[in-house]
């Protein structure tokens, strides 16, 4: 049974960082596939950043040199840090594991971040 558990969202002001986590229970194939979404109010559902099945990790250019994907697999848990937080960077985000890994998608429940100006 696929889980993953989001946290670490918050108010912070602009220019500011948060680092989002990712409680994952999946395979290792999983683990190493899994991204990062976020969805601000009234607009679509975005990539953040997402893993292909060789590993590359691709950003979404809003974020390059301000967000970056790390994974300790000791603890399960797939980290977002984001630095220089920008007004537009609020939305919720959700960590997923792709379609590719199991067939399906699989989404977190979100967690909230909201970047002050």
């Known amino acids: 049974q696929v889980q993953l558990v989001e946290s670490g969202g918050g108010l912070v002001q602009a220019g500011g960082s948060l680092r989002l986590s990712c409680a994952a229970s999946?395979?290792?194939?999983?683990?190493?596939?899994i991204g990062w979404y976020r969805q601000a109010p009234g607009k679509q559902r975005e990539v953040v950043a997402v893993?292909?099945?060789?590993?590359?990790?691709t950003y979404a250019d809003s974020v390059k040199g301000r967000f970056s994907i790390t994974r300790d697999n000791t603890k399960n848990t797939v980290y977002l840090q984001m630095t220089s937080l920008r007004p537009e960077d609020t939305a919720v985000y959700y960590c997923?594991?792709?379609?590719?890994?199991?067939?399906?998608?699989?989404w977190g429940q979100g967690t909230q971040v909201t970047v002050s100006s």
């Open positions: 997923n594991l792709p379609a590719w890994v199991r067939g399906t998608d699989y």
């Open positions: 999946v395979s290792r194939i999983g683990f190493n596939a």
């Open positions: 893993s292909n099945s060789y590993g590359t990790i």
